[in-house]
């Protein structure tokens, strides 16, 4: 009787600790799928056009972002960077204005952002955009150097880095992430690709807890996609357990350069396709 007793107290004891074991696991489990941060204050913010992202984070005195920058293009027109020095300059641009291409220069040059990464595909990046960033080893940056030398544009703290998304491990802890359509389905992106560039992404480590998420269409760049964009953002949000908040877009300002307006469109645009198309044809040799 009494080796009976102890074998079932054993036994109990055994059953314990296997329960005890289980428990653990889901509770372990339960964490590691929530190694998000708090789902009820993550915010993942849709938008027609890039440069209302910085509208919003104009409106909410946002300071000190870490910004991981998904998309085709930089959005940097009008800034230098010194990678060395982990330095920024704001430049004179082609536009004047917060747009599209330019909308994070001012989001840098105001103190919103303290650090940016840069990750596009291929095709992507610099050597396929005219009007992008530039870099202080670049040819056509001599005449901001003088600048520079002279102390003629002032310096802006900035971590700044570029990386192809298939070397993109993912996120970092507190980023905000910003999204931009047009990675995946820019026109110059064979439409066919787009389902496996989009799987690409959602094979990365997204789970880390994140600042805030941004999604942006971009119609005037990216295929008419808009399903796929809509499935896209719902996969996000249930990943993320986020809030999605649909941005109104504010009337857009026309910010046509003058001679835009003076010059007729069928002088201008062959122009503009053959400065374009030498530009790219530098940048794909390694001139900037």
């Known amino acids: 009787m009494a080796n009976l007793i102890a074998s079932c107290a054993l036994g109990d004891l055994q059953w314990n600790g296997v329960a005890k074991v289980l428990l653990f696991y889901a509770c372990a ?7 998000v941060m708090d789902q009820k204050q993550l915010n993942l913010f ?14 909410q005195n946002a300071r000190n972002l870490r910004v991981c920058h998904i998309d085709f293009h930089c959005d940097l027109r009008g800034m230098l960077i010194n990678h060395a020095k982990h330095v920024a300059y704001k430049i004179p641009d082609v536009r004047s204005g917060v747009d599209m291409g330019n909308f994070l220069s001012h989001a840098i040059a105001e103190g919103r952002i303290d650090a940016i990464r840069w990750i596009h595909g291929t095709p992507g990046g610099r050597s396929c955009d005219v009007n992008t960033v530039k870099y202080t080893e670049d040819f056509t940056s001599l005449p901001y150097n003088l600048a520079i030398r002279l102390n003629r544009l002032s310096p802006i703290p900035l971590e700044y880095s570029v ?7 993912g996120p970092l802890p507190g980023d ?13 992106v064979p439409r066919a690709e787009l389902e496996q ?8 480590k997204l789970s880390v ?12 760049h990216s295929h008419d996609t808009r399903q796929q964009f809509e499935h896209f953002v719902e996969r ?5 357990l986020a809030a999605r908040i649909n941005v109104p877009e504010e009337r857009r300002r026309s910010n ?16 503009r396709s053959v400065y374009y198309a030498c530009r790219l044809w530098l940048k794909r040799r390694g001139i900037y």
Do not use: M
Request: proline content about 9%.
């Open 29 to 35: 489990r339960s964490v590691c799928e929530r190694t």
């Open 46 to 59: 849709v938008i027609e056009n890039h440069d209302q992202l910085y509208h919003l984070w104009s409106q």
């Open 163 to 169: 990386c192809e998304i298939d070397a993109w491990p």
């Open 176 to 188: 905000f992430l910003d999204i931009d359509w047009d990675v995946f389905a820019e026109r110059e």
């Open 197 to 204: 560039r989009v799987e690409v992404f959602f094979s990365k």
């Open 209 to 220: 807890p994140l600042s805030g998420i941004s999604v942006c269409y971009s119609p005037s």
């Open 236 to 240: 996000l949000k249930e990943l993320y």
């Open 256 to 271: 046509v350069p003058v001679h835009r307006r003076l010059i007729p469109p069928a002088i201008y645009n062959p122009l």
